[in-house]
């Protein structure tokens, strides 16, 4: 079992920075793929970035691919999302999951365990 606390989030103006921070609980963090969704009223969850579980390999959405960057300090069990150049679109409710064994899918059905999301608003 893992149970994810997000903090980080808030409102900010276009071009703007925010950190998202995503912590763990339990012993095997390491051993868990680690994924970063959002959805915006009214649309699907979509995905934004991950990581594999067993290497620092990386994807991302095309839609912040170059912008936003993730990460994970297994010392500290947290898997942080680093937004940079923030637009309107990408104003939404942002999720962190977690998917044991993972090889960091697109999609969201392969995640196992969720944050409990947080607010991310970008103003024009």
């Known amino acids: 079992q893992v149970q994810l606390v997000q903090s980080g989030g808030g409102l900010v103006q276009v071009g703007g920075s925010l950190r998202l921070s995503c912590a763990a609980s339990?012993?095997?963090?390491?051993?868990?793929?680690l994924g970063w969704f959002r959805q915006a009223p009214g649309l699907a969850r979509e995905f934004v970035a991950s990581?594999?579980?067993?290497?620092?390999?990386?994807v991302y959405a095309a839609s912040v691919k170059g912008r936003f960057t993730i990460s994970r300090d297994n010392a500290k069990n947290t898997v942080y999302l680093q937004m940079n150049s923030l637009k309107p679109e990408d104003t939404a409710v942002y999720y962190c999951a977690a998917d044991y064994l993972g090889q960091g899918s697109t999609y969201h059905q392969e995640y196992d365990y969720w944050g409990q999301g947080t607010q991310v608003t970008v103003s024009s």
């Open positions: 339990g012993r095997t963090f390491s051993s868990y793929a």
């Open positions: 990581l594999r579980w067993n290497s620092d390999t990386t």
